[in-house]
């Protein structure tokens, strides 16, 4: 089963514009980390925050949790045409051993 | 350095055939994982494997088994395929004991069961 679930499903947006993409999950984490996905291929790590960070930022990625509502976002800002792709949420925690639990994705459209 | 890799890219099989993919570590790491991605979802955790023995599975049924080799590669098998089993499917590698930070994910093997 899932463990998270992103918002919105797709996002259409223009170059230079932000992005924000949202993931809920439903038990208590020890880290979440979003991935991006080109094309069905292989997952790119983009960074991780554990469960008792708040935010964390990494170039033009600005990611916040809040683990009162079991919730996190990714902003992409300026994007660009290459920042088309697929987004996941992964989570780990104490009840999922080595397992990662992913999300449906968020499908990121970023037109020239 | 090389990263992960999986073989083959692509395989197209028929149902009730029986499939291995192959997956090769990130240089240093010992742990392996599989994952089954189905078209439009996220990756589903399939079982992981350290020390040749696995250490954990996902909701999988026991038509999925794996091994993993001294030189820490690993092979997952599907018997008696399904159409249900066409996904594409991730391995990663990883520290045993140095928490999921570590795990590194391959390009994929996309199966389609016709």
């Known amino acids: 089963s899932q463990q998270g679930e992103e918002d919105p499903q797709a996002l259409s947006i223009q170059e230079g514009e932000n992005a924000t993409m949202n993931c809920s999950y439903k038990?208590?984490?020890?880290?979440l980390q979003w991935y991006r996905q080109n094309s069905g291929r292989g997952l790119v790590h983009l960074i991780l925050?554990?469960?008792?960070?708040r935010e964390k930022h990494s170039g033009r990625l600005r990611v916040t949790l809040d683990t009162s509502k079991k919730s996190s976002s990714l902003l992409i800002t300026a994007s660009r045409a290459a920042d088309t792709a697929s987004y996941f949420c992964?989570?780990?925690?104490?009840?999922?051993?080595?397992?990662?639990?992913f999300g449906k994705g968020t499908s990121l459209l970023v037109t020239p | 350095d090389a990263g992960v890799t999986q073989s083959p890219t692509h395989l197209i099989k028929t149902r009730g055939q029986q499939v291995t993919l192959r997956c090769s570590p990130k240089?240093?790491?010992?742990?392996v994982s599989w994952y089954q991605q189905a078209l439009g979802q996220g990756p589903q955790f399939i079982f992981q494997?350290?020390?040749?023995?696995e250490r954990q599975r996902g909701n999988f049924p026991d038509r999925f088994s794996g091994h993993q080799f001294p030189n820490y590669s690993s092979e997952l098998n599907v018997n008696a395929l399904l159409l249900g089993d066409s996904a594409l499917y991730l391995c990663?590698?990883?520290?045993w004991g140095r928490g999921v930070e570590t795990q590194y994910f391959g390009p994929g093997t996309r199966l389609l069961v016709l």
């Open positions: 494997y350290y020390e040749e023995e």
């Open positions: 990663a590698s990883s520290l």
């Open positions: 038990t208590s984490i020890n880290n």
């Open positions: 925050i554990r469960s008792n960070e």
């Open positions: 992964a989570t780990d925690g104490w009840n999922s051993g080595y397992a990662l639990n």
């Open positions: 240089s240093g790491h010992d742990t």
